[in-house]
């Protein structure tokens, strides 16, 4: 049986550039969709997959990341002297037990590696889920649960994947696939943002992993690869052949929320899966069509 997976790094040290001026005071991670902000969504989907114990990878300016998982004892007293029981419930079952989560600084942006490599004290020697809040997931079944039900079924690396059109490749880090079983499909290879003429398939990884730890020690070396940066991929790449290493196509739907097109989009996509919703939204969507 392999270990339980218990433990989700979530790296939360961008800036945001993308969203500017929203994100001149405000974490990125913290933009709502619909009423919740995009690192409540990540951290639901992982407690709904058994994740317990959570590391944000944080740099200056994102401390309210972690408070918004706090007992905020004031806003309680107002919500409970004003009889607003729904809100209070509401309120309650976002916070986490106490000791559920702990942040360390990533200090300089070296790259998504290094932001993985900065959490290694809290990965120690156990496996542990990735979860990019940028990418915003709608499943049925949480994706990390769908991640974690590979791990289990695989004992080793799973990279959530899906397709993209050929000429998107760039934009993401891309599997070389082997033999495909189901939903799961062998990784041979894996390449950080190939240019189209070198990409070995369309396949891309999305911002879902559960990765062995001794993915380390190949961090650890600080080799530089696309873009300069630390890339997690190169050091992914590195356990092929020494460990399982699977990517799950997923079911469910991805929306890339760093991005406005797809933020926007997102909007649109779960408030229309909401029943308290939906009707307000196709009346807007009917209005603008
Ligand atoms: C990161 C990873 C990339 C992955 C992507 C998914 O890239 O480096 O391999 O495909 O997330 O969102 P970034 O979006 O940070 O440039």
């Known amino acids: ?17 993308r969203f500017l001026p929203a994100t001149k005071q405000m974490a990125k991670e913290m ?15 992982a407690r709904a997959a058994g ?42 079952e976002q916070a986490l037990p106490p000791g559920a989560i702990v942040s360390t600084r990533q200090q300089v942006p070296l790259g998504l590696g290094h932001a993985i490599w900065c959490a290694r004290n809290f990965i120690q020697d156990d496996p542990f889920a990735i979860l990019l809040p940028d990418d915003l997931m709608l499943c049925d079944v949480s994706c990390t649960q ?30 070389a696939p082997g033999a495909t079983q189901g939903n799961l499909v062998e990784v041979k290879g894996l390449v950080e943002k190939p240019p189209v003429e070198k990409a070995p398939s369309n396949l891309t990884v999305i911002g879902r992993y559960v990765l062995m730890p001794e993915v380390i020690g190949h961090l650890s070396k600080f080799e530089k690869g696309a873009g300069g940066e630390i890339q997690l991929t190169d050091s992914m790449a590195k356990l092929i052949g020494a460990q399982p290493f699977h990517g799950l196509r997923y079911q469910g739907r991805r929306f890339d929320c760093g991005d406005k097109a797809g933020y926007l989009e997102a909007q649109v996509a779960f408030a229309l899966s909401r029943e308290d919703m939906a009707p307000a939204m196709q009346a807007i969507l009917k209005k603008y069509a």
């Open 51 to 92: 994740i317990e114990q959570f590391c944000f990878v944080t740099g200056r300016g994102k401390s309210m990341l972690v408070d918004q998982f706090d007992v905020a004892f004031e806003l309680e007293r107002v919500l409970t002297e004003r009889n607003k029981a729904k809100e209070l419930e509401a309120l309650r």
């Open 146 to 175: 769908q991640m974690a039900e590979a791990y289990q079924a695989t004992g080793g690396n799973v990279v959530a994947i899906e397709e993209v059109p050929k000429e998107h490749v760039s934009r993401y880090g891309v599997i």
């Open 31 to 45: 933009l709502p969709v619909v009423d919740k902000p995009l690192i409540q969504y990540a951290v639901e989907e």
């Open 1 to 17: 049986m392999p270990k339980p997976l218990r433990k989700a790094v979530l790296p939360v040290a961008g800036l945001g550039t």
